[in-house]
């Protein structure tokens, strides 16, 4: 009897799981700044990271002239006093260079060669991603009627099966 209700609970559980659809994310491009070369003193970066949602697995996009600036990954310290010694990571590579956000914490970019200091700098918050439930796709009411009598002809022939 404890077999043929679990089997029936499971069967209503898969029917009702059904008709719900797990919502993720994909991943976001940030363009930096807001353009496609916008990583110059000219950006006030704080502004536009403030209009910006970071999750994780999101990407970054610096586009810069590399002759000119560059961008590094930097601790907090570094980051607030425009250090660009023993940085995490040089980002740079071509000038149009991406970074992906692996983690949920906080990042904190610099461009050397004394830019930081005229606001070339970027700290970013990075959020683990959400997902949720919507609310169920509900089909027509044919639909669900001949649904509805499915679902009652499955559970009678199963009850008929055990019982």
């Excluded at 089997?7 to 009702?16: G, N």
């Excluded at 000219?42 to 610096?62: I, M, P, Q, R």
């Excluded at 461009?111 to 683990?128: A, N, P, Y």
Aim: glycine content about 8%.
């Amino acid at each position: 009897m404890e077999v043929k209700r679990k089997i029936i609970l499971c069967l209503l559980i898969a029917i009702t799981m059904g008709c719900y659809r797990i919502e993720g994310r994909d991943p976001t491009l940030h363009r930096v700044g807001g353009g496609r070369y916008t990583w110059s003193p000219k950006v006030n970066f704080t502004k536009w990271a403030s209009h910006e949602h970071f999750y994780k697995g999101d990407w970054l996009y610096f586009g810069f002239d590399k002759r000119i600036y560059n961008v590094l990954e930097v601790n907090k310290t570094n980051y607030e006093n425009c250090i660009d010694t023993g940085f995490i990571e040089n980002i740079t590579r071509g000038g149009r260079d991406v970074f992906q956000l692996l983690e949920a914490r906080h990042y904190y970019f610099i461009c050397g060669r004394g830019f930081c200091s005229q606001g070339m700098k970027l700290l970013i918050d990075v959020k683990e991603p959400t997902t949720t439930l919507p609310p169920p796709i509900l089909p027509n009411k044919a639909l669900l009627n001949r649904l509805s009598n499915t679902l009652m002809l499955v559970v009678t022939i199963l009850a008929w099966i055990f019982i």
